[in-house]
T-cell receptor, first 111, second 114 residues
Framework: DAKTTQPPSMDCAEGRAANLPCNHS???????VYWYRQIHSQGPQYIIH???NNETNEMASLIITEDRKSSTLILPHATLRDTAVYYC????????????FGTGTRLTIIP | DTAVSQTPKYLVTQMGNDKSIKCEQN?????MYWYKQDSKKFLKIMFS???????INETVPNRFSPKSPDKAHLNLHINSLELGDSAVYFC?????????????FGPGTRLTVL
């Protein structure tokens, strides 16, 4: 599975868009980008995933660069409940189903 | 409705004891997992079961023995507990035929070994 690099921490003002970057320069053609988050004292929660096209769901948007070497998770209107550690994971869609979590980005939403 | 549940939520015990953590999912998923999150917050896979068969065992000491009585349950039994076993243990489930990487996690069990 490709390695990812994320900033250790970020702050964002409540109501603003939170943009969380992830570098995955060694991603291979069949690997997807997945985002999970872990709110304090809870289990990880799936957010979104994508292969090469931008994706949007009720939680967030995922923007993947054309060369697929980096991506950005966007929370359009951050709330205090979005304070969490956000994990970017790159792996194949099939095969060994384990998730390999890195250190993630600790996002703090400021009131 | 709780999708993935774990019991107990907190477990405090002495070194050398044997303890079990239970996990149940009501999502109809075929695959269940155990993850360990240590004090430094690293989250690592321990085991994975698909339809009651072990498919992933990530070099976990054999003091840890998962048991899957049916595909909705995956329990974790730990023998001869050690101080280093103190961690938060998360159970998860997924439906590989639909989306193998979209996993649903339980609330976690915080194990403290004294």
């Amino acid at each position: 599975d490709a390695k990812t690099t994320q900033p250790p921490s970020m702050d964002c003002a409540e109501g603003r868009a939170a943009n969380l970057p992830c570098n995955h320069s060694t991603i291979s053609g069949n690997e997807y980008v997945y985002w999970y988050r872990q709110i304090h004292s809870q289990g990880p929660q799936y957010i979104i995933h994508g292969l090469k096209n931008n994706e949007t769901n009720e939680m967030a948007s995922l923007i993947i660069t054309e060369d697929r070497k980096s991506s950005t998770l966007i929370l359009p209107h951050a709330t205090l409940r979005d304070t969490a550690v956000y994990y970017c994971i790159v792996r194949g869609h099939f095969g060994n189903e384990k998730l390999t979590f890195g250190t993630g980005t600790r996002l703090t939403i400021i009131p | 409705d709780t999708a993935v549940s774990q019991t107990p939520k907190y477990l405090v015990t002495q070194m050398g004891n044997d303890k079990s953590i239970k996990c149940e999912q009501n999502l109809g998923h075929d695959t269940m997992y155990w993850y360990k999150q240590d004090s430094k917050k690293f989250l690592k896979i321990m085991f994975s079961y698909n339809n009651k068969e072990l498919i992933i065992n990530e070099t976990v000491p054999n003091r840890f023995s998962p048991k899957s009585p049916d595909k909705a349950h995956l329990n974790l039994h730990i023998n001869s507990l050690e101080l280093g076993d103190s961690a938060v243990y998360f159970c998860a489930s997924s439906q590989p035929s639909r989306d193998p990487v979209k996993q649903f996690f339980g609330p976690g069990t915080r194990l403290t070994v004294l």
